[in-house]
């Protein structure tokens, strides 16, 4: 350890080059105090995940979820000033979300900040005082085109109205991204770990990325460098916190291979797409739809993981079958899931949601999740059976027949035994 590590740095003190200066040991002089839960974000508090005034910081770790690391990059190969400062002219939401009672709950909301997308505005004094405060939301309006629903329109399901849904088949959407902001205790609470349990095992297992996580006690906030969630909102997102309104509402985790290039071996897209035209319809008729998407990539294991998977299944004595989905994935990443719904109602929880009307989901685990938060969930949409893809026939079949949401038959143990996948060279 540098000798110098050991001495605090004063409050945005420029460092001094060619020295490394340690986060692990207590220095901040300047760094406002963080009280999650707070009912007001004076009592609150901003986060200050800043690089550049390191004694500001109350944080572990810095923004940008896994961006972080690009935006090092941009300043190792000297392509960005390690002291830029975003200019937030002009950046502020389209739509204003909240503030909702459960903003003000340390336990609703334990996965984002709640003000990350006001800090501008709420934080303004702290902004003219010099700290870098910067928003992990931000809200914008879009229009999103998809062949699906042209072909919904096309095929009479849905009607241009020229206001949620145009004649070009356009949907007009309000959209919001949002940025990981872990309270820890919260964290661990959700997960019935400990904290010190909680902040060891993120420490060992990203090979000691963070000393902080146990070096630092006293920092309760953790912005971990990991994906994040993009809201997709049809009709008015004002709507989404009043129960008397219809909300249809998905909570879909990223799919890439589904999602964006229509690969065959699952439902993601179709499920996605399904769940937009059930939106716009719900939008049209007077409610308010929501697509909360997550970068849970392949259950949360990755791609790599997910397409070793997919060979094992396809290669396995007895061909691709249901009764071997989970097992096949149990294999090769040690569990069938990664994706832990334990977080996921936090966003809910911010759009100031308490009933769910339709929600365009079959899992349980999601289910469970959102009901177990409090929120009200009324009829669950499934996926039309014309939309599953022969291919993904097996996913389906092993996911019902595990406890997923149907209103068919759940399959028998000779179904599932049944080889339905398509091989590798077919
Ligand atoms: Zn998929």
Request: glycine share 10%; with cysteine; net charge negative.
């Amino acid at each position: 350890m540098p000798a110098d590590a050991t001495a605090a740095p004063p409050p945005a003190a420029p460092r001094p080059a060619g020295h490394i200066r340690l986060t692990s040991h207590s220095g901040g002089l300047g760094a406002p105090p963080l009280h999650w839960g707070a009912a007001t974000p004076a009592e609150r508090g901003p986060v200050v995940g800043t690089t550049i005034s390191r004694g500001h910081r109350n944080v572990i770790g810095t923004h940008s979820g896994s961006y972080s690391v690009y935006r090092a990059l941009a300043v190792a190969a000297g392509a960005l000033s390690r002291d830029h400062r975003a200019d937030l002219t002009d950046t502020s939401p389209t739509d204003r979300i909240g503030p909702h009672p459960q903003w003000s709950d340390p336990a609703r909301i334990v996965s984002l900040d709640p003000w990350g997308a006001t800090v501008g505005e709420v934080f303004a004094a702290e902004l003219a005082a010099g700290y870098d405060i910067r928003p992990t939301i931000a809200v914008t309006k879009a229009h999103v085109v998809l062949p699906e629903v042209a072909d919904a329109i096309a095929r009479g399901r849905l009607e241009p109205d020229g206001h949620v849904l145009l004649a070009n088949g356009a949907a007009l959407v309000t959209k919001a991204a949002i940025e990981p902001v872990w309270h820890l205790p919260g964290v661990a609470q959700r997960f019935g770990c400990s904290e010190t349990d909680l902040r060891r095992v993120l420490f060992e297992e990203t090979g000691g990325m963070y000393p902080e996580l146990v070096t630092r006690s006293d920092l309760e906030v953790f912005l971990p460098p990991i994906g994040g969630q993009t809201l997709y909102i049809f009709g008015d997102p004002g709507d989404l916190a009043d129960p008397a309104v219809e909300l249809t509402a998905r909570v879909h985790d990223e799919c890439n291979g589904s999602d964006v290039f229509g690969s065959d071996i699952c439902t993601c897209r179709p499920y996605l797409t399904h769940a937009i035209e059930e939106c716009v319809r719900g939008a049209q008729h007077g409610g308010v739809g929501l697509v909360a998407y997550s970068r849970k990539e392949g259950r949360a294991l990755g791609e790599v993981t997910k397409f070793l998977v997919y060979n094992a299944r396809k290669r396995q004595v007895g061909g691709d079958t249901a009764d071997q989905y989970f097992a096949r994935t149990e294999c090769v990443a040690g569990v069938q899931d990664m994706r832990f719904q334990e977080l996921m109602p936090d966003v809910l929880h911010w759009l100031g949601i308490t009933k769910i009307h339709r929600l365009v989901s079959m899992s349980n685990m999601k289910y469970d999740a959102i009901t177990g938060s409090g929120i009200e969930v009324g009829e669950r949409v499934n996926i039309p059976e014309e939309l599953i893809p022969a291919d993904a026939r097996v996913e389906i079949d092993a996911k019902t027949a595990a406890g997923y949401f149907t209103p068919g038959p759940v399959p028998d143990a000779e179904e599932l035994a049944k080889a339905k996948g398509r091989g590798l060279e077919a």
